[in-house]
């Protein structure tokens, strides 16, 4: 009796052993070169523990899930390079780290399902093997579900421990998932497998850290952040102005609002009213010096082809006069010269809008047409 339990200890032993080694069965199987299980399995499902570095974000988004969440990794194998899955753990990350930084996080199957959400994020990544150099990388697209250009984009990289060496400790492990029988592997080898999921693991984990890093520094995002809290309240402080008898500050506030390029409807409502304000003021005032002297930075700036430079004095002078026709009508050439025509699009309308009698009104839409073509 003593010996029959024994012998059914060591069963239950060899039992529990077997499965201890899942996850280095199927990672042993992978390199194989066999299309019979991807890192499924052998990437934990919740391994990430997500940033804590101040409050969340108050946006809500919506992650596309078109494939960006699923990446495929290139891992070489006794047989060349193969291509599987990580998930679901890759997945999972992903969206507990964003839900880390954003008030709200929901996952969609296609742009269309992506209002009202404030931002839309799409994700890319490679995960491929190269000798005794691997490397994954990802990349997150930031962009307002009303936009057609991107908010942002964010990318980082790490390396990651793969396993490319031929030996004969795969071989064996994927000989005994066939024969269903447990097998003597030896240490050495399972440690390698193990270090080849933890690394995969670490390296997302130390990717998605990185670029919620760079989510919360970004002035961008910052500051789309901060018109979005302005928005609702605009048209308010707008008509409250007006019916004080200060058209010019009704103005200012509902250009203010709509440079934010906001949404589809609320861009509609100022633009009317913008339009009303600029017909009942007839002239609207001339710029200060301040404003001229932005202005004249930037034009000197455009000729030495500082693009960028030259956008941000633009924005400068219009953050003071919004009101400005002709800084709104430059900014969009010269937004145009960097294809950013999306935003040429929206500055040259805000020039039409404050100057609809202007000899170059002509002109100006039909650069409207022209660039509206190029941002398809």
Do not use: C, W, Y
């Given at each position: 009796m003593l010996l029959k339990a024994e012998q059914r200890l060591k069963k239950e032993k060899t039992i529990v052993m077997a499965m201890k080694q899942t996850r280095n069965v199927l990672l042993g199987v992978l390199l194989l070169g066999t299309s019979a299980c991807g890192f499924d399995?052998?990437?934990?499902?919740?391994?990430?523990?997500p940033s804590v570095s101040g409050e969340k974000l108050p946006l809500r988004v919506?992650?596309?899930d078109d494939g960006g969440l699923h990446p495929p990794a290139v891992v070489g194998g006794m047989w060349g390079e193969h291509e599987v899955t990580i998930d679901h753990g890759f997945a999972h990350a992903i969206t507990t780290e964003l839900t880390a930084l954003f008030q709200d996080v929901k996952v969609?199957?296609?742009?269309?399902?992506?209002?009202p959400a404030d931002?839309?994020?799409?994700?890319?990544?490679?995960?491929?093997?190269?000798?005794k150099?691997?490397?994954a990388t990802m990349a997150l697209a930031l962009r307002p579900p009303w936009w057609n250009t991107d908010l942002a984009q964010y990318e980082s990289s790490a390396k990651v421990s793969y396993i490319c060496s031929c030996s004969w400790a795969p071989a064996l492990i994927?000989?005994?998932l066939l024969i269903l029988t447990p097998v003597v592997i030896p240490s050495a080898s399972l440690t390698e497998l193990n270090d080849t999921v933890d690394g995969l693991e670490q390296g997302i984990t130390a990717m998605l850290k990185d670029i919620s890093a760079q989510v919360r520094s970004d002035q961008r995002i910052l500051a789309?952040?901060?018109?979005k809290k302005f928005w609702p309240t605009a048209v308010a402080a707008g008509e409250q102005a007006e019916r004080t008898g200060d058209r010019l500050k009704g103005l200012e506030l509902y250009m203010r609002a709509w440079r934010g390029r906001p949404r589809p409807e609320l861009e509609q409502q100022l633009q009317g009213k913008i339009a009303k304000l600029v017909s009942d003021l007839k002239t609207l005032p001339p710029i200060s010096e301040e404003v001229r002297r932005y202005g004249v930075q930037a034009t000197s700036q455009v000729e030495k082809k500082r693009y960028d430079e030259a956008i941000k004095l633009y924005d400068k002078a219009l953050d003071i006069a919004p009101w400005w026709a002709e800084g709104h009508f430059n900014r969009a050439l010269v937004l145009a010269t960097q294809s950013r025509y999306p935003e040429a699009v929206a500055s040259m309308k805000a020039f039409l809008v404050l100057s609809p009698q202007s000899p170059d009104a002509r002109?100006?839409?039909d650069k409207i047409y022209e660039w509206e073509l190029q941002a398809k």
């Open positions: 399995g052998a990437i934990r499902t919740q391994f990430h523990q919506a992650v596309l969609i199957k296609n742009p269309q399902q992506a209002l931002m839309m994020i799409t994700v890319t990544s490679t995960f491929r093997s190269q000798g150099d691997p490397g994927g000989l005994s789309f952040t901060e018109q002109a100006a839409q």
